[in-house]
């Protein structure tokens, strides 16, 4: 139908990026984006009247996009583009443009692929900047200069980590390098876009690798400080204390394995926030953390507002995580009283289930493996 309408209309359309990468991947994707050279709205129009059904195209003039609802999935139409930046501003100036320039203006070659909608090659893959052999060699690659792809817009530095994590792909060294030297900028994006990915990120099967990225790029450092300071292990003598970093990172994923949301996920970045803050060295114990807990709890709210994140039930829930999240631990002890267990069970009310899986992602040395059993 597409095809049709676009013949009449004369445009060339395709399906461009993200719909064109997951089909090539075999991944589940939402939605499809039509590019057209041409008015991508009148195509929009045109498409809907030819179905059946008669959808109502949803027409986001300032944009100059348009989106078409199906069963299926929702469709947007947009025409080719051509954007070019200005060091002084944040908003391209966006004209029209050809197939190619539209591919050009795309984060990554994974992304700028398109499939042809049009009659004389119905079904051709367009790979200008071998997407194709990027999907197969698994790796996030800008098309163009990546100093320029991410001094235009650093929010895709963020993108680059969160695909890498999403579809475990690396990032080629050039890129990598970029993101690096170009990491400063990201303070130009909105704090929502950049947690949109980070949510996005969190995500991910394993999302201690986007971390990883994202601390040993720098972005880490710049966008969530308070986690990067987990980094690092201090010795005084014999006593090291083990990297809090990458134990919250193994928490994490051992979240994400046992299926947790996204809430129980910020409880596992969250649940030791506060150790640096609390470090003590006692000369007879070694290294403590005292009422780190509590403190984490304290700073939740304000973590969540830095990072825009929802201020209501979730954020109640994951600083209830954050702070009861060793209670269970002190429970295992035989001279524990019954009422001990009760009041930790009414403090956790409905979040008892999540507490016990955070606890258990939480106990991963083996000395610990006699608690990890009783609290099954
Ligand atoms: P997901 O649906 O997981 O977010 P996606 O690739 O569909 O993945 P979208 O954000 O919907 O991501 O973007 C659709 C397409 O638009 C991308 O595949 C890419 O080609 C292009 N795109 C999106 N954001 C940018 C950006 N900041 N810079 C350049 N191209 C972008």
């Known amino acids: 139908t597409i095809a049709d309408a676009a013949g009449e209309l ?14 090539a991947l075999e991944r589940p994707s939402k939605d499809v984006d039509v590019v057209c050279v041409g008015d991508g ?14 959808p109502r195209v949803t027409v986001f003039k300032n944009f100059g996009t348009a989106m078409l609802p199906t069963p299926e999935v929702e469709i947007e139409f947009v025409g080719a583009r051509k954007e070019s930046y200005r060091a002084e501003s944040r908003k391209p100036e966006v004209e029209a443009g050809t197939l190619e320039e539209d591919l050009a203006r795309r984060d990554f070659t994974i992304n700028a692929l398109g499939l042809s909608l049009n009659p004389e090659d119905f079904g051709t893959l367009v790979d200008r900047y071998d997407g194709m052999g990027d999907l197969r060699r698994k790796i996030i690659r800008t098309p163009l200069d990546p ?21 475990n792909f690396d990032i080629e060294p050039d890129t990598f390098d970029a993101i690096a030297r170009n990491k400063e900028r990201i303070k130009i994006v909105s704090q929502e876009r950049i ?18 990225l994202l601390f040993s790029s720098g ?6 400080p308070r986690m990067a300071q987990l980094q690092g292990v201090e010795k005084r003598g014999q006593h090291a204390h083990k990297d809090n970093f990458y134990h919250t990172l193994q928490v994490l994923d051992n979240v ?15 649940h030791d ?5 609390t470090k003590r060295f006692d000369p007879k114990v070694g290294w403590t953390f005292h009422g780190h807990e509590d403190k984490g709890a304290r700073w939740t709210p304000a973590i969540f507002t830095e990072l825009k994140l929802p201020l209501g039930e979730e954020m109640r829930q994951v600083q209830k995580l954050v702070r009861l999240h060793l209670r269970p631990i002190a429970l295992v002890k035989e001279t524990v009283t019954d009422s001990a267990v ?26 610990h493996q006699r608690v990890a059993r009783y609290l099954h």
């Open 10 to 23: 004369g445009y060339p359309a395709y399906v461009i990026g993200g719909f064109v990468r997951d089909l």
């Open 41 to 54: 709205i009148r195509l929009a129009q045109a498409v809907g009247q030819r179905l059946p059904s008669r």
């Open 147 to 167: 100093d320029i792809t991410f001094s235009d817009d650093p929010l895709r530095m963020m993108r680059a980590v969160r695909f890498a994590a999403q579809l």
């Open 195 to 212: 947690t949109d990915e980070l949510n996005k990120l969190i995500l991910a099967p394993k999302p201690s690798y986007g971390f990883k």
């Open 219 to 224: 972005l880490l450092q710049l966008i969530f």
């Open 256 to 270: 994400a394995e046992a299926g947790g949301d996204l809430w129980l996920r910020w409880a596992a970045i969250l």
């Open 273 to 277: 926030i506060a150790k640096p803050a």
């Open 342 to 367: 009760r009041r930790l069970l009414f403090e956790a009310g409905d979040e008892i289930d999540r507490l016990m899986l955070l606890c258990k992602a939480d106990i991963t040395s083996k000395d």
